[in-house]
């Protein structure tokens, strides 16, 4: 919902036209309860649906958010989705959008296996914070994931949008840095920095010292890995299925590799890469209590800082 002028009230809303192709509609009010339609304010002739769109400014750039899907209409079942958002303004009597392809000019909003449907505020002293669906699951993996568990999906951590250098930036708030405990020291092994046996919560932040001549960076435990290759300019992420004996694998362009921190919760993994201009979301299977976590490369690093992460 937009605040609009003189008290009024606008509203976004995801949806499937009469052709079965996806589209964002436009509402209004004057009083935030009874709502009437505007017309259609966006269309993709690409996607069958559009779901939970929403629109914001930062230093007079308008950002919309939306997640299409491909679906099987017949069937009435989802085939794929994603979440991404556009560079458009939208104009100053809400009555259009500058761009209305929803099909060309997008971005995704995070490269990991389980992000959908973000949603963004504004804090009382005027940042934008976004939160977003952190569960793509599909029936078989539920069927696993929820054995022996009362629950098992979850939200993103809340995060600070920025727009800078024509990338959307989202890096943790603020106050989440005050549930950092107490630092872990890890051992050095020739190349490579060894933490044993740390808790499944904990958080990690990487600077490197020369990134020119960081060839290849890894960070892995036994369920997920993380590689940086400079000379095909490309990020990996992978993670172990808890399906089958697999690796589900993410590559993604990478053009370079300056920094990466880590947010570890019990079952996911939260990573900001070069100050969280990437950043990807994933769920991780757990199999146990503890973590080793291996860092290549020793010698590449200005700094290297884990800390335990405070549970309630």
């Known amino acids: 919902m937009i605040p609009g002028k003189n008290g009024n009230y606008f509203m976004l809303i995801g949806a499937q036209r009469d052709n079965g192709k996806g589209g964002i509609v436009l509402l209004n009010s004057k009083d935030g309860k009874l709502w009437e339609m505007n017309g259609l304010l966006a269309k993709t002739e690409e996607w069958q649906m559009v779901e939970c769109p929403d629109y914001f400014e930062i230093d007079?750039?308008?950002?919309?958010?939306?997640?299409?899907?491909?679906?099987?209409?017949?069937?009435?079942?989802?085939?794929?989705?994603?979440?991404?958002?556009?560079?458009?303004?939208?104009h100053s009597d809400f009555s259009?959008?500058?761009?209305?392809?929803?099909?060309?000019?997008?971005?995704t909003?995070?490269?990991?296996?389980?992000?959908?449907?973000?949603?963004?505020?504004?804090?009382?002293?005027?940042?934008?914070?976004?939160?977003?669906?952190?569960?793509?699951?599909?029936?078989?993996q539920e069927e696993i994931f929820s054995k022996n568990e009362p629950r098992?999906?979850?939200l993103t951590m809340p995060r600070e949008v920025l727009f800078k250098n024509g990338h959307l930036i989202q890096r943790p708030v603020k106050?989440?840095?005050?549930?950092?405990g107490q630092s872990i020291q890890g051992n050095i092994d020739?190349?490579?920095?060894?933490?044993?046996?740390?808790?499944?919560?904990?958080?990690?932040?990487v600077d490197l010292k020369d990134c020119q001549r960081a060839k290849q960076i890894k960070i892995h435990s036994d369920e997920w890995r993380f590689e940086y290759n400079s000379e095909n300019k490309t990020g990996l992420f992978a993670r172990n299925s808890w399906v089958s004996e697999s690796e589900e694998i993410r590559l993604f362009?990478?053009?370079?590799?300056?920094?990466?921190?880590i947010w570890s919760d019990n079952s996911s993994l939260e990573i900001f890469i070069n100050g969280g201009q990437d950043v990807l979301s994933s769920r991780i299977f757990p199999k146990t209590d503890v973590l080793s976590l291996c860092i290549e490369g020793a010698g590449?690093?200005?700094s290297v800082q884990l800390n335990e992460i405070l549970t309630v």
């Open 60 to 90: 007079n750039t308008g950002i919309l958010l939306y997640c299409p899907q491909h679906r099987d209409n017949e069937a009435d079942k989802v085939v794929d989705s994603v979440a991404l958002f556009k560079i458009t303004k939208l």
């Open 96 to 107: 259009k959008l500058e761009d209305s392809d929803l099909d060309n000019n997008y971005q």
């Open 109 to 140: 909003v995070d490269k990991g296996f389980d992000f959908y449907s973000p949603q963004t505020m504004e804090t009382p002293d005027g940042r934008r914070v976004l939160i977003g669906w952190m569960s793509r699951m599909d029936e078989t």
């Open 152 to 154: 098992i999906h979850c």
């Open 175 to 180: 106050e989440l840095y005050e549930l950092l």
């Open 190 to 205: 020739g190349e490579k920095i060894i933490f044993s046996n740390i808790s499944r919560c904990f958080h990690l932040s």
């Open 253 to 261: 362009n990478l053009e370079s590799f300056e920094n990466i921190e």
């Open 300 to 302: 590449l690093y200005s």
